[in-house]
């Protein structure tokens, strides 16, 4: 089948690889234009830009979908089907009955539920034991077409939204591959989503990933995890931005006037411990404002927090 892939971060480059081996005929490549990145703010091409270059495929990298080259282009390029996998640009309803089998995306959760741009971030702020991809056609809803293919994985104890977006990444790339296989062969048959069990996932932004240390252990857990690496969780300490890696939580049989209250923090021998409501964490790495990553013990023994300090939230 000659496609149209439709892709933008790391998390869609196995998909586009996959079909690059796939018995498909990748006749081109749309994805989000150059941004800025790194500490010098230099203009970068998209991962999949990357490799699609490196591969020999045309690239086009419109700021809108519904600039008049792109439909000009795909007429040429005449695509049977056009997959995609975190764009980040709206198709607009005349691009998506122009393949025959339509826009087939892959997304990555068990949909109906966490419609929108961050489904594995919330799957692991919510604390759920299993989460999944589906593929499915496009339609001018959010998330809202009828599901093609779908695969579950669990979601292991310690998971951040980067391990676990690597390994549907993955996975996905295979769901994504079989659903095209399907569908020129004639096997597949869309099922719609059902009307209950919908929920949503918008993009977590900076002040939705700050730590409250005054929620349970298991909340301030899961939204660390969650929002690592991306938006980065944080937390504020003498009136700078702190940002907080992987915590562990930990269960203290210590005396009533030893434990630690909400944002307390705590520096022993060989570890670092923050207060939060009915228990206490374990701090991994830290990051201060305009320095590298480091070892909490030893951002603890260079700023020395007092007895009783705590961080703010």
């Not at 796939?22 to 998209?46: E, Q």
């Not at 339509?102 to 919510?126: D, E, I, K, M, T």
């Not at 959010?142 to 939204?161: N, Q, W």
């Not at 320095?291 to 705590?310: F, N, S």
Request: glycine content about 10%; overall charge neutral; aromatic content about 4%.
């Amino acid at each position: 089948m000659r496609v149209v892939f439709a892709g933008t971060p790391e998390a869609a480059v196995p998909s586009l690889r996959a079909l690059l081996t796939s018995r498909h005929d990748v006749a081109g490549v749309l994805t989000r234009a150059d941004a800025r990145a790194g500490r010098g703010r230099s203009l970068r091409p998209s991962p999949v830009r990357e490799v699609a270059e490196q591969a020999g495929i045309p690239v086009l990298t419109p700021g809108s979908l519904r600039d008049p080259e792109v439909a000009a282009r795909l007429a040429d390029w005449a695509p049977e089907a056009c997959p995609v996998v975190a764009y980040g640009l709206f198709v607009p309803p005349d691009l998506l009955t122009q393949p025959r089998h339509g826009w087939v995306n892959l997304h990555f959760s068990l949909l109906p539920a966490y419609r929108g741009a961050a489904p594995v971030q919330h799957a692991l702020r919510s604390g759920d034991d299993v989460t999944g991809a589906v593929t499915f056609r496009l339609e001018e809803g959010m998330d809202s077409g009828p599901v093609l293919g779908r695969l579950t994985e669990t979601v292991r104890p310690r998971d951040t939204s980067g391990d676990l977006l690597e390994r549907l990444a993955h996975a996905g790339a295979g769901l994504l591959v079989a659903t095209l296989d399907a569908l020129e062969d004639g096997v597949v048959t869309a099922e719609p989503q059902p009307t209950s069990g919908v929920s949503h996932a918008p993009k977590l932004e900076v002040a939705d990933a700050r730590v409250r240390w005054s929620e349970p252990t298991l909340a301030v857990d899961r939204l660390v995890r969650a929002c690592t690496p991306a938006p980065g969780a944080w937390t504020s300490f003498r009136g700078d931005r702190l940002k907080i890696g992987p915590v562990q939580p930990v269960t203290t049989d210590a005396a009533p006037e030893q434990v630690l209250s909400p944002g307390e923090i705590r520096v022993g021998r060989s570890e670092v411990l923050v207060g939060t409501a009915g228990g206490a964490v374990r701090l991994g790495q830290v990051q201060a404002q305009g320095k590298r990553a480091m070892d909490a013990l030893d951002w603890a023994r260079g700023t020395r927090p007092a007895p009783g300090e705590r961080f703010d939230g």
